[in-house]
Protein backbone atom coordinates (compact mmCIF):
# COMPACT_ATOMS: atom_id res chain seq x y z
CA UNK A 1 0.00 0.00 0.00
CA UNK A 2 1.75 3.38 -0.89
CA UNK A 3 0.66 6.45 1.06
CA UNK A 4 -0.16 9.52 -0.59
CA UNK A 5 -0.51 13.10 0.68
CA UNK A 6 -2.00 15.87 -1.53
CA UNK A 7 -0.73 19.62 -1.21
CA UNK A 8 -3.81 21.84 -2.58
CA UNK A 9 -7.28 20.98 -2.52
CA UNK A 10 -8.41 23.53 -5.50
CA UNK A 11 -10.34 22.26 -8.10
CA UNK A 12 -7.22 20.26 -9.95
CA UNK A 13 -6.53 18.71 -6.53
CA UNK A 14 -10.27 17.63 -5.77
CA UNK A 15 -10.12 15.59 -9.33
CA UNK A 16 -6.87 14.33 -7.28
CA UNK A 17 -9.16 13.16 -4.53
CA UNK A 18 -11.39 11.69 -6.50
CA UNK A 19 -8.75 9.81 -9.29
CA UNK A 20 -6.73 8.30 -6.34
CA UNK A 21 -9.39 6.86 -4.19
CA UNK A 22 -10.12 4.41 -7.21
CA UNK A 23 -6.64 3.45 -7.46
CA UNK A 24 -6.09 0.33 -5.97
CA UNK A 25 -3.23 -0.81 -3.21
CA UNK A 26 -2.95 3.24 -2.47
CA UNK A 27 -4.02 5.45 0.02
CA UNK A 28 -5.07 8.66 0.39
CA UNK A 29 -3.80 9.46 3.77
CA UNK A 30 -4.08 13.12 4.54
CA UNK A 31 -4.74 16.61 2.05
CA UNK A 32 -3.20 19.97 3.01
CA UNK A 33 -3.07 23.70 2.03
CA UNK A 34 -0.70 24.73 4.85
CA UNK A 35 1.44 23.05 7.53
CA UNK A 36 1.77 20.25 5.11
CA UNK A 37 5.84 20.05 7.09
CA UNK A 38 3.66 18.91 10.01
CA UNK A 39 2.43 15.26 7.71
CA UNK A 40 5.13 14.53 5.50
CA UNK A 41 6.35 11.73 7.74
CA UNK A 42 2.92 10.25 7.34
CA UNK A 43 3.21 9.57 3.45
CA UNK A 44 5.33 7.44 1.14
CA UNK A 45 4.84 10.23 -1.57
CA UNK A 46 3.46 13.91 -2.19
CA UNK A 47 1.44 15.15 -5.26
CA UNK A 48 1.51 19.02 -5.65
CA UNK A 49 -1.62 21.09 -7.00
CA UNK A 50 -0.91 24.28 -6.06
CA UNK A 51 -0.11 27.62 -7.80
CA UNK A 52 2.77 27.24 -9.67
CA UNK A 53 4.63 29.97 -7.43
CA UNK A 54 4.92 28.14 -4.56
CA UNK A 55 5.91 24.91 -6.65
CA UNK A 56 9.39 24.98 -5.70
CA UNK A 57 9.86 25.24 -2.32
CA UNK A 58 7.22 22.77 -1.82
CA UNK A 59 9.11 19.84 -3.74
CA UNK A 60 12.15 21.30 -2.78
CA UNK A 61 10.70 20.74 1.41
CA UNK A 62 9.39 17.43 0.29
CA UNK A 63 12.47 16.21 -1.73
CA UNK A 64 14.31 17.25 1.43
CA UNK A 65 11.64 15.04 3.23
CA UNK A 66 12.38 11.97 1.10
CA UNK A 67 9.37 11.91 -0.83
CA UNK A 68 9.08 11.21 -4.28
CA UNK A 69 6.96 13.82 -5.92
CA UNK A 70 4.47 14.38 -8.72
CA UNK A 71 4.24 17.97 -9.28
CA UNK A 72 1.86 19.91 -11.73
CA UNK A 73 2.74 22.03 -14.27
CA UNK A 74 4.38 24.67 -15.01
CA UNK A 75 7.25 22.68 -13.44
CA UNK A 76 8.80 26.08 -11.25
CA UNK A 77 8.67 29.56 -12.56
CA UNK A 78 11.84 29.33 -13.91
CA UNK A 79 14.74 26.74 -15.25
CA UNK A 80 17.31 27.65 -12.36
CA UNK A 81 14.58 26.64 -9.93
CA UNK A 82 13.97 23.32 -11.95
CA UNK A 83 17.24 22.29 -12.56
CA UNK A 84 18.30 22.79 -8.55
CA UNK A 85 14.55 20.83 -7.97
CA UNK A 86 16.28 17.73 -11.19
CA UNK A 87 19.55 17.78 -9.26
CA UNK A 88 18.30 17.62 -5.46
CA UNK A 89 15.96 14.33 -6.86
CA UNK A 90 19.09 12.80 -8.39
CA UNK A 91 21.33 13.69 -5.00
CA UNK A 92 18.38 12.28 -2.71
CA UNK A 93 17.55 9.10 -5.65
CA UNK A 94 14.03 10.16 -5.36
CA UNK A 95 11.10 10.25 -7.86
CA UNK A 96 10.50 13.47 -8.98
CA UNK A 97 7.86 13.45 -11.79
CA UNK A 98 5.65 16.75 -13.81
CA UNK A 99 2.38 16.83 -14.32
CA UNK A 100 1.98 16.69 -18.36
CA UNK A 101 -1.04 15.36 -17.87
CA UNK A 102 -1.53 14.32 -22.36
CA UNK A 103 1.26 12.58 -22.69
CA UNK A 104 -1.31 10.01 -20.70
CA UNK A 105 -3.72 10.74 -23.50
CA UNK A 106 -4.72 7.79 -25.28
CA UNK A 107 -5.70 10.30 -27.68
CA UNK A 108 -2.28 12.11 -27.92
CA UNK A 109 -0.93 8.45 -27.54
CA UNK A 110 -2.53 6.89 -30.58
CA UNK A 111 -1.21 9.95 -32.73
CA UNK A 112 2.34 9.59 -32.01
CA UNK A 113 2.10 5.62 -32.26
CA UNK A 114 0.31 7.06 -35.73
CA UNK A 115 3.26 9.56 -36.99
CA UNK A 116 5.75 7.00 -36.34
CA UNK A 117 3.83 4.56 -38.94
CA UNK A 118 4.37 7.51 -41.26
CA UNK A 119 0.23 7.52 -41.43
CA UNK A 120 0.46 10.99 -43.00
CA UNK A 121 3.22 11.22 -45.49
CA UNK A 122 5.08 14.19 -44.78
CA UNK A 123 3.71 16.19 -41.89
CA UNK A 124 3.45 19.61 -43.09
CA UNK A 125 2.01 21.66 -40.24
CA UNK A 126 0.69 21.20 -36.66
CA UNK A 127 -2.12 23.57 -35.06
CA UNK A 128 -3.10 23.99 -31.95
CA UNK A 129 -5.79 25.90 -30.12
CA UNK A 130 -5.74 25.84 -26.40
CA UNK A 131 -8.28 28.46 -25.51
CA UNK A 132 -11.11 28.96 -22.54
CA UNK A 133 -12.58 31.47 -19.71
CA UNK A 134 -8.81 31.37 -17.02
CA UNK A 135 -9.42 34.89 -15.27
CA UNK A 136 -6.94 36.43 -18.13
CA UNK A 137 -3.60 34.89 -16.61
CA UNK A 138 -0.51 34.80 -18.37
CA UNK A 139 -1.39 32.25 -21.06
CA UNK A 140 2.31 31.77 -22.20
CA UNK A 141 2.82 30.04 -18.38
CA UNK A 142 -0.31 28.91 -17.60
CA UNK A 143 -1.38 26.91 -21.31
CA UNK A 144 1.86 26.47 -23.60
CA UNK A 145 3.33 24.12 -21.55
CA UNK A 146 0.81 21.29 -22.66
CA UNK A 147 1.82 21.96 -26.88
CA UNK A 148 5.42 21.86 -26.48
CA UNK A 149 5.47 18.70 -24.23
CA UNK A 150 3.13 17.40 -26.98
CA UNK A 151 5.04 18.42 -29.98
CA UNK A 152 8.29 17.16 -28.22
CA UNK A 153 6.61 13.91 -27.96
CA UNK A 154 5.47 13.76 -31.39
CA UNK A 155 8.71 14.65 -32.98
CA UNK A 156 11.55 14.71 -30.41
CA UNK A 157 13.47 17.41 -32.14
CA UNK A 158 13.58 21.58 -31.21
CA UNK A 159 12.48 23.86 -33.05
CA UNK A 160 14.80 26.62 -34.71
CA UNK A 161 12.62 29.28 -35.40
CA UNK A 162 10.06 31.11 -33.79
CA UNK A 163 7.73 34.37 -33.94
CA UNK A 164 5.60 35.21 -30.95
CA UNK A 165 2.36 38.02 -31.29
CA UNK A 166 0.63 38.77 -28.47
CA UNK A 167 -2.88 40.36 -28.57
CA UNK A 168 -4.15 43.18 -26.14
CA UNK A 169 -1.88 41.28 -23.57
CA UNK A 170 -0.07 38.61 -22.37
CA UNK A 171 -3.41 36.77 -21.94
CA UNK A 172 -3.91 35.68 -25.79
CA UNK A 173 -0.63 34.91 -27.86
CA UNK A 174 -0.07 33.34 -30.97
CA UNK A 175 3.13 30.98 -31.53
CA UNK A 176 4.65 30.09 -34.83
CA UNK A 177 7.64 27.52 -34.82
CA UNK A 178 8.99 25.97 -37.45
CA UNK A 179 11.39 22.61 -37.15
CA UNK A 180 14.16 21.82 -38.91
CA UNK A 181 14.62 19.28 -42.16
CA UNK A 182 14.27 15.95 -41.00
CA UNK A 183 14.71 12.78 -42.89
CA UNK A 184 11.38 11.54 -40.84
CA UNK A 185 8.95 13.84 -41.23
CA UNK A 186 9.92 16.60 -43.64
CA UNK A 187 10.33 20.24 -42.94
CA UNK A 188 7.21 21.03 -40.46
CA UNK A 189 5.89 24.09 -38.95
CA UNK A 190 3.45 24.84 -36.36
CA UNK A 191 1.51 27.05 -34.72
CA UNK A 192 0.21 27.52 -31.14
CA UNK A 193 -3.20 29.68 -30.50
CA UNK A 194 -3.99 30.43 -26.48
CA UNK A 195 -5.99 32.69 -24.70
CA UNK A 196 -7.48 32.72 -21.30
CA UNK A 197 -9.87 35.10 -21.73
CA UNK A 198 -12.39 32.96 -24.23
CA UNK A 199 -15.73 32.05 -23.48
CA UNK A 200 -15.61 28.52 -24.59
CA UNK A 201 -13.71 25.98 -24.10
CA UNK A 202 -11.12 24.76 -26.95
CA UNK A 203 -9.19 21.86 -26.82
CA UNK A 204 -7.42 20.84 -30.68
CA UNK A 205 -4.84 19.59 -31.95
CA UNK A 206 -4.58 19.41 -36.42
CA UNK A 207 -2.14 17.34 -37.84
CA UNK A 208 -2.01 18.01 -41.29
CA UNK A 209 0.01 15.93 -44.07
CA UNK A 210 0.33 15.16 -47.76
CA UNK A 211 -1.13 12.11 -47.69
CA UNK A 212 -3.63 12.56 -44.74
CA UNK A 213 -4.95 14.64 -41.82
CA UNK A 214 -5.87 14.42 -38.34
CA UNK A 215 -8.24 15.89 -35.52
CA UNK A 216 -7.75 15.64 -32.09
CA UNK A 217 -10.31 17.62 -30.17
CA UNK A 218 -10.56 16.74 -26.14
CA UNK A 219 -13.77 18.26 -25.72
CA UNK A 220 -15.27 15.87 -27.66
CA UNK A 221 -16.73 12.50 -27.65
CA UNK A 222 -15.09 11.21 -30.92
CA UNK A 223 -12.01 13.24 -29.61
CA UNK A 224 -9.93 11.78 -32.51
CA UNK A 225 -10.90 11.95 -36.37
CA UNK A 226 -8.82 10.75 -39.44
CA UNK A 227 -9.44 12.31 -43.00
CA UNK A 228 -8.23 12.27 -46.62
CA UNK A 229 -7.81 14.21 -49.32
CA UNK A 230 -11.45 12.89 -50.60
CA UNK A 231 -13.45 14.43 -48.09
CA UNK A 232 -13.66 11.43 -45.90
CA UNK A 233 -13.90 10.91 -42.61
CA UNK A 234 -12.64 8.37 -40.21
CA UNK A 235 -13.24 8.26 -36.13
CA UNK A 236 -10.01 6.42 -34.24
CA UNK A 237 -11.79 4.28 -31.48
CA UNK A 238 -9.96 5.27 -28.08
CA UNK A 239 -8.97 3.58 -24.85
CA UNK A 240 -11.73 4.88 -22.32
CA UNK A 241 -9.64 5.84 -19.82
CA UNK A 242 -9.33 9.07 -17.78
CA UNK A 243 -5.88 10.58 -18.79
CA UNK A 244 -5.38 11.86 -14.76
CA UNK A 245 -5.66 8.55 -13.43
CA UNK A 246 -3.19 6.63 -16.31
CA UNK A 247 -0.97 9.68 -14.81
CA UNK A 248 -0.90 8.76 -11.07
CA UNK A 249 -0.73 4.79 -12.35
CA UNK A 250 3.04 5.67 -13.65
CA UNK A 251 3.45 7.84 -10.67
CA UNK A 252 2.58 4.68 -8.62
CA UNK A 253 4.40 2.29 -10.93
CA UNK A 254 7.78 4.80 -10.63
CA UNK A 255 7.57 4.32 -7.18
CA UNK A 256 7.59 0.56 -7.20
CA UNK A 257 9.58 0.07 -9.72
CA UNK A 258 11.99 2.50 -9.08
CA UNK A 259 12.12 3.78 -12.96
CA UNK A 260 12.32 7.34 -14.41
CA UNK A 261 8.73 8.70 -15.32
CA UNK A 262 8.02 9.76 -18.92
CA UNK A 263 7.37 13.24 -17.56
CA UNK A 264 10.60 13.59 -15.05
CA UNK A 265 11.80 16.57 -13.80
CA UNK A 266 14.34 17.07 -16.55
CA UNK A 267 11.69 17.22 -18.93
CA UNK A 268 10.13 19.86 -16.60
CA UNK A 269 13.02 21.62 -16.99
CA UNK A 270 13.13 21.48 -20.74
CA UNK A 271 9.56 22.52 -21.06
CA UNK A 272 10.44 25.62 -18.83
CA UNK A 273 13.54 26.21 -20.42
CA UNK A 274 11.60 26.60 -23.75
CA UNK A 275 8.79 28.78 -22.39
CA UNK A 276 11.66 30.85 -21.13
CA UNK A 277 13.10 31.40 -24.46
CA UNK A 278 10.08 32.74 -26.33
CA UNK A 279 9.68 35.78 -23.46
CA UNK A 280 12.86 36.68 -24.55
Not at 35 to 43: E, S
Not at 70 to 91: D, H, Q, R, W, Y
Not at 138 to 167: C, G, Q, V
Not at 180 to 194: A, Q, T
Request: aromatic letters at 10%; a neutral charge; charged letters at 25%.
Amino acid sequence: MIKIGLIGTGNWGKNYIHTIKNISDTELCWTATRNYKDVLNLCDAVIIATPSETHYQIVKDCLNSNKDVLVEKPFTKNSKEALELVNLANEKNKILMVGHLFLYHSGIKKLKELIDDKYFGDIWEIHSKRLSMNNGIDALWEMSPHDFYIHKYFFNIEFNHTKTRIYGSSYHRYIMLEYPEHDRFGRIKSSIELCTLYPKKIRQIAIIGNEKTALFDDTQIDKLKIYNYNNEEESIFLENRDPLENQCQHFLNCITNRTNPISGGIEGYENIKIIEKLCL
